[in-house]
């Protein structure tokens, strides 16, 4: 399979070459030849004889980049001194750190920030539990807390290795949001401890992110936590990627001329993700949805391999009682969303579907069906990853959804405050910029947080989630807040 190189699988290579004309040619030819992508070529070292170079290559996984060194090792008189992964050498520490936000360098301040000063605000906070959100860092910090039972594509490998993901969540909040957050990677899969476990640690946040807990139990775990706690709660794997998807497929449906409540839908996945994106686009006014597992169409009276969620599934979509394969439930299909494996999807199951096909593959790391095996029988193609168009990645819409929840101090996210965000992504996209190439705003794209964050403030507002006062456009409050903090 050919998979484009990209920088998760970039390495450097320190070569030692002699110090002639036409060493380094043979080396990036080598590198060509091998289907790497060549980056910072920078002189270590030099002499008249010998020079050493670091030479950073980008590769399509950890066997072409074997592959690349190989092909390098052979080229007469070149000595690989090091091969450095570069990805590995950036998560070398963990990737966040706790930083005081005021400096500690004189009585005073310690007497304030600590004892015997600190002992008033804690009276304060102890009369009056609403300023926590004030006097302490709750009002802007989020815990990401997870079991590690379905991390990434990788599965249940524990909370230990799901460590790195959670501290890239972290960091995404607080780059494109702003927020503090903290990974809490917990040692158990018991439904009822997690439960309990978080509830017990919920006095210290703002909000709860659930993250890369398996179906069906993060159903429950979610449902039970947005009913006994009082602040937001949002499992980012189930409608982070529901709001993303529905707003692509808003402006996907733009580009092929299409209407949401005349179109099919294919969803290939019917876990967390799966049923999450159904629901919301069910939400958004698809009427015809069709969700596929290992096992074919699910529809009702099915009795293979059927969960909880997967009953409720049955109960509210393929009304029509379609059988069989995903090929099978292909055949005139608008939209495939691919929320399952690696290579689940195939050209013949695109040669099944209707005029101007919709995809999106977001398997990841490795989609469901290559882009550029797909290109000749698509009108739209999305994945999940970075070095393709059309990136459908929940990091456009969590930070903006949990700064708006957390300035407005809502109890939860509720529907309203999902489609207000999935709508706010979309307008980002103006109707002269839309394209096939071009349906969802980049990652990188800052107006998508603040926007995100408005729509989702406002909705919480309209619904009544919101406990804050809230201002009018002149800046003064609606209604009187309290005279102290």
Known sequence: MNITPNASYSFTLRIEIPNRVGMLSQIMAAIANSGGDLGAIDIVQASRDKMVRDITVSAGSEQHADEITSNVAVIEDVNIINVSDRTFLLHLGGKISVNSKIPLKTRDQLSMAYTPGVARVCNAIAEDKSKVYSLTIKGNTVAVVTDGTAVLGLGNIGPEAAMPVMEGKAMLFKEFGQVDAFPICLSTQNTEEIIQTVKAIAPTFGGINLEDISAPRCFEIEK??????????????????????????????????????????????????GVACSKILMAAGVQHIIGCDRRGAVYKGRVEDMNVAKEWYAEHTNFEGERGTLVNAMKDADVFLGLSGPNTCTVKHLKQMARDPIVFALANPTPEIQPEDAAPYVAVMATGRSDYPNQINNVLC???????????????????????????????????????????????????????????????????????ERKSSSGNTVAPLPTSV
Do not use: W
Not at 410 to 436: F, G, P, W, Y
Not at 451 to 465: L, Q, R
């Open 224 to 273: 039970r936590l947005i009913e006994e706690l009082d602040i937001p709660v949002m499992h980012d794997d189930q409608h982070g990627t529901a709001v993303v998807v529905l707003a692509a497929l808003l402006n996907a449906l733009k580009v092929v001329n299409k209407n949401i409540g005349e179109i099919k839908v294919v969803v290939n996945g019917i876990g967390a993700a």
């Open 398 to 468: 969590f930070p903006g959804i949990f700064r708006g929840a957390l300035d407005c101090r809502a109890t939860k996210i509720n529907d309203q405050m999902k489609l207000a965000a999935a709508r706010a992504i979309q307008s980002i996209i103006s109707e002269d910029e839309l394209s096939a190439d071009y349906i969802i705003p980049s990652v990188f794209d800052r107006r998508v947080g603040v926007s995100v964050a408005k729509a989702v403030m406002d909705a919480a507002y309209e619904t009544g989630v919101a406990r804050r």
